[in-house]
């Protein structure tokens, strides 16, 4: 199984300020035949599903805000977001889905400092 | 609208079988694949596994903590993803969620159920 890791496990910003949380996998999960990277990023408020954030590593779901954006390749992957507003307070999962069993990471708790 | 609505949860004793559905609407059912998630209180994500579209034979995979003991099925004519569990164990006390995937654009998780609570207790 490919194992996803996430740092750290808790972040405090402060608001307008940048937040970058980082997910690695144990394996590569790039598809060679098309070159995309099967990573998603989902946000998770308390006693809410998750929200699909971005998939293919740095493709926004529609009607995300452009302040938050993805970026990585093969192992190692970053969630930022440029100015965190207080909406954002929320879990955040990083998720393979490139094979299955399709992992998540332990998730990264997103504060305001 | 997309919708997907888990039903089915409860509290069951160790040992015991329990069928979770999701009904669906709002989207053509038959074109995606349909996952079951579940989040233990207090804990993160865990996949527990898929059946796709009939295209692709709807055909299943497991986490290895249910493998044998979980079976997903759909009924597209109903639009309903089900969840068997059986042999139920103490550790399965999660919020169980339903999601779709699009398996022909290999997107992942974009609408998801609210959930359904299952309490595994004596």
């Known amino acids: 199984d490919i194992v996803m890791t996430q740092s750290p496990d808790s972040l405090a910003v402060s608001l307008g300020e940048r937040a970058t949380i980082n997910c690695k996998s144990s394996?590569?999960?790039?598809?060679?035949?098309?070159?995309?990277?099967?990573l998603a990023w989902y946000q998770q408020n308390p006693g809410q599903p998750p929200k699909l954030l971005i998939y293919?590593?740095?493709t926004r779901e529609s009607g995300v805000p452009d302040r938050f954006s993805g970026s990585g390749s093969g192992t190692d992957f970053t969630l930022t977001i440029s100015s965190l507003q207080a909406e954002d307070v929320a879990v955040y999962y990083c998720?393979?889905?490139?094979?299955?069993?399709?992992?998540f990471g332990q998730g990264t708790k997103l504060e305001i400092k | 609208e997309v919708q997907l609505v888990e039903s089915g949860g409860g509290l069951v004793q160790p040992g015991r079988s329990l069928r979770l559905s999701c009904t669906a609407s709002?989207?053509?059912?038959?074109?995606?694949?349909m996952n079951w998630v579940r989040q233990a209180p207090g804990k993160g994500l865990e996949w527990v596994g898929f059946?796709?579209?009939?295209?692709?034979?709807?055909?299943?995979a497991y986490a290895a903590s249910v493998k044998g003991r979980f079976t997903i099925s759909r009924d597209d004519s109903k639009s309903i993803a089900y969840l068997q569990m059986n042999s139920l164990k103490t550790e399965d006390t999660a919020v169980y969620y339903c999601?779709?995937?699009?398996?022909?654009?290999?997107?992942?998780?974009?609408?998801w159920g609210q959930g359904t609570l299952v309490t595994v207790s004596s």
């Open positions: 999601t779709r995937n699009d398996v022909v654009a290999d997107t992942p998780f974009d609408f």
């Open positions: 709002g989207f053509t059912f038959g074109v995606y694949a």
């Open positions: 059946i796709r579209n009939k295209a692709y034979g709807a055909t299943t």
């Open positions: 394996q590569s999960v790039l598809y060679s035949s098309n070159s995309k990277n099967y």
């Open positions: 293919w590593t740095s």
């Open positions: 998720q393979q889905y490139y094979t299955t069993p399709y992992t």
